[in-house]
């Protein structure tokens, strides 16, 4: 029997037998209420070697066989992450672009004013490899074939793993800090961009007696931010995305083409940076792979993003999936080595620590570069801001709205939706002015978040799988995993060390 006959015996079988829901993981379908089957369609009549009964959730059922009536939707189909299942490759590599180039590539080449040139190569190369194998794991693990479930949510893959109370322990505020602690970040840089890009633009000219503060500046950048935020759904910012990507290519490419072509600076220098201490070389070292890690980012949002892509057996949507993931990390390979290489070429070991290859060029080539080439930067990272922005703190709205779903029983109106999303923007603002140390302990909180990209697929792929005991899919994910687990241990211990070794400036309602 062809794939077509076999194909359709399973839905003979399906519509004709009794519908009997299986027990699932707890968040997996705990947003989606069972649906009653509807009334009108006549059973079909047995038809000779049936093959076995797919039994399907409820939330899965109607989402794969026909349309329920809008009264009786899932609860899925009222949030921002799964409102819209018409996505493919394109969209997908729209998202993962956005999501996976950040600021913190910036900081690259200061990794390597460690660690050196080849151990700095070498370690970028592994780390690019391991993160996008567990990214190709998270996209085989988004649909069950022996249930039938999507996790549309890394929380629901986690909770099916690690079962709902160690889940909530391991995974609930690493993602919380991916998502909300994301985009307190990027209130300040893009904040902090648009003052340095005001100046450039303005210059010696400038004659406003009383220019904005940082605070203003944040908040000028949290108002365009919230607009921008009320696009309904993961779908609907595809285009915010695709700027959001192309911005991020071009700032980082702007960059390290500027520095290159500007030649080296006088007296620069290779040599890895020695601390006096053993202790001390160890935990910059240490640091410096926390750099490489810590450049990698959007694992959180993988398995959203394919969420908004149609999936049937047939056609399961990890295909298009994995094809727009592929294309997306070409370019995102495109922008992190050269910005590494080319950034440590340029500066060796005057770059500086904070800022990266963005406060390098403003301290070295200011004056030599033409004012409308580092506003044109300047503006790259504002734009890549605004629209990572929207993207991280997409999860947030969902999880929000699903509270009002879960209570009333019905989508969030318009009004809340909008009120929603304007708290969550002015309450990012308000940690970001009030907490402006947050940065100081970023590599403590960033330990506590590495497992979600490096570790915590593996061991989901174990549980999920179930791959051959002493298999190679057995030893790698097991080694993998606990290498990870172990590097989240040590950068936790390292940043502890290095709060404690330099002190933090506790300053609140004081942002720099």
């Not at 365009?224 to 915010?240: D, K, R, T």
């Not at 995102?332 to 904070?354: E, S």
């Not at 302990?441 to 593996?458: E, K, N, R």
Request: aromatic share 12%; with cysteine.
């Amino acid at each position: 029997m062809g794939d077509h006959d076999t194909t359709a015996h399973h839905l003979d079988a399906v519509s004709s037998a009794p519908i009997t829901p299986r027990p699932a993981p707890f968040d997996a379908v705990s947003s989606a209420p069972i649906t009653p089957r509807p009334a009108s369609v006549a059973p079909t009549p047995p038809i000779a070697h049936t093959p076995p009964i797919v039994s399907l959730p409820p939330s899965q059922y109607h989402s794969l066989l026909f349309p329920a009536p809008r009264s009786s939707l899932p609860a899925d189909a009222w949030l921002p992450i799964t409102e819209s299942r018409n996505g493919n490759a394109y969209y997908a590599a729209y998202h993962t672009l956005c999501s996976g180039i950040g600021i913190q590539a910036l900081v690259l080449p200061v990794a390597f004013t460690i660690l050196g040139w080849t151990w700095g190569i070498i370690g970028l190369t592994l780390g690019f490899i391991w993160q996008l194998y567990t990214l190709y794991l998270l996209v085989q693990l988004h649909e069950s074939p022996e249930n039938g479930i999507r996790y549309s949510r890394y929380m629901q893959l986690a909770s099916a793993t690690f079962g709902e109370k160690l889940s909530k322990f391991l995974a609930a505020f690493p993602i919380m800090y991916l998502s909300g602690g994301n985009c307190v970040a990027l209130i300040v840089i893009g904040g902090s961009t648009s003052k340095m890009l005001y100046q450039t633009l303005c210059g010696a000219t400038c004659s406003n007696p009383k220019p904005l503060t940082n605070v203003e500046w944040y908040l000028v950048f949290t108002c365009a931010a919230v607009v921008l935020s009320q696009l309904p759904n993961l779908n609907s910012i595809a285009g915010v995305s695709l700027i959001g990507g192309l911005t991020a290519v071009g700032y980082c490419t702007a960059m390290w083409t500027l520095s290159v072509s500007e030649g080296r600076l006088p007296n620069v220098s290779y040599n890895p940076i020695r601390a006096g201490t053993e202790i001390a070389r160890i935990f910059d070292v240490l640091n410096a792979l926390g750099i490489i890690a810590f450049a990698f980012r959007g694992h959180n949002l993988i398995l959203e993003i394919q969420a908004t892509m149609p999936s049937s057996e047939k056609h399961p949507s990890s295909v298009p999936m994995w094809r727009g993931v592929k294309g997306a990390y070409v370019i995102v390979a495109m922008c992190l080595f050269p910005i590494a290489i080319g950034g440590y070429w340029a500066y060796g070991h005057m770059i500086p620590a904070n800022g990266g290859m963005l406060a390098a060029i403003y301290a070295f080539h200011s004056r030599d570069v033409a004012r409308g080439v580092m506003a044109l930067i300047s503006f790259f990272v504002i734009i890549n801001a605004l629209s990572s922005f929207q993207i991280y703190g997409m999860p947030m709205f969902d999880d929000m709205e699903s509270n009002y779903t879960r209570r009333f029983k019905k989508p969030c109106p318009w009004w809340l939706r909008v009120i929603i999303r304007a708290m969550f923007g002015y309450g990012c603002f308000f940690v970001a002015v009030a907490i402006p140390f947050l940065g100081s302990v970023a590599g403590l909180v960033g330990g506590l978040s590495l497992p979600v990209t490096l570790a915590y697929p593996c061991f989901m792929w174990l549980k999920m799988k179930k791959p051959k005991m002493y298999g190679v899919s057995w030893w790698v994910n097991w080694g993998l995993g606990l290498l990870g687990m172990g590097l989240s241990g040590i950068l936790i211990a390292a940043g502890i060390y290095v709060v404690i070794e330099t002190g933090i400036q506790v300053s609140f309602f004081k942002p720099h």
